[in-house]
């Protein structure tokens, strides 16, 4: 099955800095990568999603960036805030209905 | 929210008594799916289902069994519950989105707290 790696496991930045984490898949077939937000004791809730045909999305201070060939995509938040504090989960899917996630990035954003 | 909704929201119970989770969503989505998070995991897939009577397993379905007998519940037993089990539990359904993120999109419901002794 697929697997998915995430990195880093925690992000501490200044606020008003950009956060950058990284995601790698296993399965070359995989075609749709969303990111999901936490905040605590919450639902994970889904923030921006790319698919494989598309190289970078972005909305507002969020976008998502995909590399096929070295399967990898990551998330970028510029302009970092407080509500920006929270836990990222990215996930992988070669059909869709099956998501793979990874482990999850704790963010940070200090005063 | 999707409709989705969740019960119990908390449960505490004994290693060996069974237990039943409950998914129900109000939109009558085809998908539905049972996840549980642990620190350092992620979220991981326990069992999916893609319409009544269709379930399938996961990457974690050791322990537990679904049953879907009618479109909006989606119900998750732990026949003789372990400590290896105490986490948060999330149900999850997919739907095709009309604006903003792509199709089929999985969306997530309040979660439950278990919690076994």
């Known amino acids: 099955g697929e697997n998915v790696e995430q990195h880093p496991s925690t992000l501490s930045v200044q606020e008003g800095d950009s956060a950058v984490i990284k995601c790698t898949y296993s399965?070359?077939?995989?075609?749709?990568f969303p990111w999901y937000k936490q905040e605590l004791g919450k639902r994970p809730q889904l923030i921006i999603d790319?698919?494989?045909?598309?190289g970078e999305k972005k909305d507002q201070r969020i976008a998502v960036t995909l590399n096929k060939t070295a399967k990898h995509f990551s998330l970028h938040i510029t302009e970092t805030q407080p509500e920006d504090s929270a836990v990222y989960f990215c996930?992988?899917?070669?059909?869709?209905?099956?998501?793979?996630f990874g482990a999850g990035t704790t963010v940070t954003v200090r005063a | 929210d999707a409709g989705i909704t969740q019960s119990p929201r908390h449960k505490v119970t004994e290693t060996g008594t069974p237990v039943t989770l409950r998914c129900h969503q109000t939109?009558?989505?085809?998908?539905m799916y049972w996840y549980r998070q642990d620190p350092g995991h992620g979220l991981r897939l326990i069992h999916y289902?893609?319409?009544?009577?269709?379930?399938d397993k996961g990457e974690v379905s050791d322990g537990y069994s679904v049953s879907r007998s009618k479109t909006e519940d989606f119900l998750l037993t732990l026949e003789s519950a372990t400590s290896s089990q105490t986490s948060v539990y999330f149900c999850?359904?997919?739907?095709?989105?009309?604006?903003?993120?792509?199709?089929?999109?999985?969306?997530f419901g309040p979660g439950t707290r278990l919690l076994v002794l």
């Open positions: 999850a359904i997919s739907l095709r989105h009309t604006s903003g993120a792509s199709q089929e999109t999985q969306y």
């Open positions: 399965d070359s077939a995989s075609n749709y």
């Open positions: 790319i698919r494989s045909n598309v």
């Open positions: 996930a992988a899917s070669f059909n869709d209905y099956k998501l793979s």
């Open positions: 939109e009558n989505h085809r998908y």
């Open positions: 289902s893609y319409g009544v009577k269709d379930t």
